[in-house]
């Protein structure tokens, strides 16, 4: 028997085409949408026509026929030059189209996953609100049943929504109250709520730290109405159901950290090795040679984090703590490394045209998406058997 | 009918790598990476697009990308499969060690008679020897038209027409299959190979040659059968920090001066 921790060769080319899609077409390209805070459809375009958005989707559905650890791979290189694009990939993969996927009928997977796979369409999934985004089973969006017309009309807000108003988004999973529970909690369902559907309205853009690139906006309904047939899985299955996205979304996530942890060590590096002064490289200095140690030691045990929840989730084992222990980590070293990143650019690491800028802003919504740090702290404890 | 396309392609030495020679003047293989020629992917794209385009009008065609070259040489081949060509060929012997162009092509040439053509795609050169002639003599060997250096590509009722972009002009070519053509870096991007294009890559054939397989002589091949030969090569001298012109009126004139001097206006 062997034990090895290394990729089998596929996935390991898989992870060379997209090193080198990001090199060639996003790095010469992202700057300027980011600086103008566009969306960049051509991209995603390629991004989409390469199969990224199907890596973990059977073919059966216009998919890869892959699975998530492939998608974790892919952000991860994406990150590693911009998060814009990856996230904008890790959205509406894991949180577009994987909800239909889990938990949809033969009808909606047919009807939407070929398009979601191919990238022509983004999906986003709507669970954070105003009033409540760690405790989100608190949702006071609500969708009542119209027994008359067999539609949900569905009324409230959702806010921070990612991919959600773009020229190609195509649909928005929220969940909304649909009901009480026998002990009087909240029955919690997912709707799928097409773009355009009248009393749906998108807001504006946000105007953003980080992430310019990416699309994120306030979702407003009032009554919006959708067949009964939208309703994603099982009634009142909605809360049981974003958990299990979100703890899957937690291993993305953390692929996606690992990629800006590693992006910020190749420009630093580079960097270090160029840049002169007191008439030698800045990186001649053991000041700055043990920061860019410290920062590949960073890169390097995130990612072991990832792969290791990822492969437990492939094999069908739990995975939870070892999610919520990726996420939490990698997050965290994103921020140091983004911060060290600029650190060892100087003046220049302070200004929007090197990448490091980008990824010091794109950092920190890392330790606050898909559940934030003191979150996964809180997952891990209760793993640990610790309770409130 | 099926239509058959023939890509050839080449390992080469990665551009970005410390590239060397070895002790007898040839490419040190050993000391760097190789991957498939980026002005080879062009190839590959365009007998895809030909493929793909075909197969909308209820046509097909079948496309094998053929290498000559090192053990290593499988990775372009397998690139090129992910990409979404049929087949590979494979012609590797150790007597090819040193081969030029000339014996080059005509490996190449038995090999592809070996597979059955009708068209035959290649890149404008390579990105190591970039000599850019292997199409044109290939052609002459296998005794067929050649469209060379195109960089647009289409097949249509038996033959194969192309444009050729000149300095004064813009040709229209075409030819009756079988044929040779070769495609340029204006041809279009090629395309990055999907997941499951290197999942099925996997399972598709790849043929190994050797010399003996085609009926070639060695003596004809390898660097004693080698028309060609490197006499001396010496690493490039390390670029000197240049020439820093102050502008304090008089920035214009300089430029100018120093242009002039290296003869570039
Ligand atoms: C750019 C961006 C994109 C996003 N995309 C999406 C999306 O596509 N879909 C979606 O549904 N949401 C999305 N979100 C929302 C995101 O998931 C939430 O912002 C996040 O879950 C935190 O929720 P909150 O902002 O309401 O903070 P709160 O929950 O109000 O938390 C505020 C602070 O209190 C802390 N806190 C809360 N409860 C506890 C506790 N019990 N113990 C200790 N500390 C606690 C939190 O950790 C945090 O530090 C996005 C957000 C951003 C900024």
Known sequence: MTIDHRLPAEYEELRRTVEEFAHDVVAPKIGEFYEHHEFPYEIVREMGRMGLFGLPFPEEYGGMGGDYFALCLALEELARVDSSVAITLEAGVSLGAMPIFRFGTQAQKRDWLPKLCSGEMLGAFGLTEPECGSDAGGTRTTARLDEESGEWVINGTKCFITNSGTDITGLVTVTAVTGRQPDGRPEISSIIVPSGTPGFTVAPPYSKVGWNASDTRELAFSDCRVPSANLLGELGRGYAQFLRILDEGRIAISALATGLAQGCVDESVAYAKTRQAFGKPIGANQAIQFKLADMEM?????????????SRLLHGEPFKKEAALAKLYSSQIAVTNAREATQIHGGYGFMNEYPVARFWRDSKILEIGEGTSEVQRMLIARELGLTA | MSLRIVVCVKYVPDATGDRRFAEDLTTDRDAVDGLLSELDEYAVEQALQIAESRQQEGDDAEITVLTVGPEDAKDALRKALSMGAHKAVHVEDDALHGTDILGTSLVLAKAIEHVGYDLVVCGMASTDGTAGVVPAILAE????????????VAVEDGKVTGRRDGDAASEQLEARFPAVVSVTDQSGEARYPSFKGIMAAKK???????????GIDAAEVGLAGAWSAVNEANERPVRTAGTIVKDEGEGGKQLAAFLVERKFI
Do not use: F, G, I
């Open chain 2, 141 to 152: 060997r296998l005794s067929v038209p050649q469209v060379t250096l195109v960089s647009e």
């Open chain 1, 298 to 310: 960073h890169a390097h045990t995130a990612r072991l984090a990832w792969r290791d929840a990822a």
């Open chain 2, 204 to 214: 598709k054939p790849v043929e190994s040659l050797d010399l003996s397989d085609l």
